[in-house]
């Protein structure tokens, strides 16, 4: 099987409020809109939240977005300033990441991560 591209959809029962925290309060660029629905960039990645879906939305706790950014002190004040709630402030985890959690209004984790410089997800391996 060959994936060519890969998105995250977030169904939820009120898709325009989900859109404007990702759009407005995430500050993601929008990808791509259609009757009801937008797709975000993410990276190398894309979210989309559809208004087709919403009626069978059910809990979204099992759902977990990883977002990384270039540096965690601007990220969090950017993040601050746009009345985004921080579940747990930025800290060092013991794998070297730094990480910092945030909610999108359905309750869904946003782990906010910096690679620092020095870890092996930096690094050239070849």
């Known amino acids: 099987?060959?994936?060519?591209?890969?998105?995250?959809?977030?169904?939820?029962?009120?898709?325009?409020?989900?859109?404007?925290?990702y759009r407005d309060r995430l500050g993601l660029a929008v990808a791509r809109e259609y009757p009801g629905g937008m797709v975000f960039h993410a990276g190398n990645g894309l979210i989309e939240v559809p208004g087709h879906m919403s009626e069978d939305a059910t809990s979204?706790?099992?759902?977990?977005?990883?977002?990384?950014?270039?540096?965690m002190g601007a990220a969090e004040k950017e993040l601050r300033e746009a009345g985004v709630d921080i579940v747990r402030e930025a800290r060092t985890e013991p794998?070297?990441?730094?990480?910092?959690?945030?909610?999108?209004?359905?309750?869904?984790?946003?782990?906010?991560?910096?690679?620092?410089a020095d870890h092996p997800l930096r690094k050239d391996t070849r």
């Open 1 to 21: 099987m060959e994936i060519l591209a890969s998105r995250v959809l977030l169904r939820t029962r009120d898709p325009q409020r989900l859109q404007a925290f």
């Open 95 to 116: 794998w070297g990441l730094i990480e910092m959690h945030v909610a999108d209004p359905d309750h869904r984790t946003i782990i906010v991560v910096e690679i620092p």
């Open 60 to 71: 979204s706790a099992g759902a977990v977005l990883w977002l990384q950014v270039r540096d």
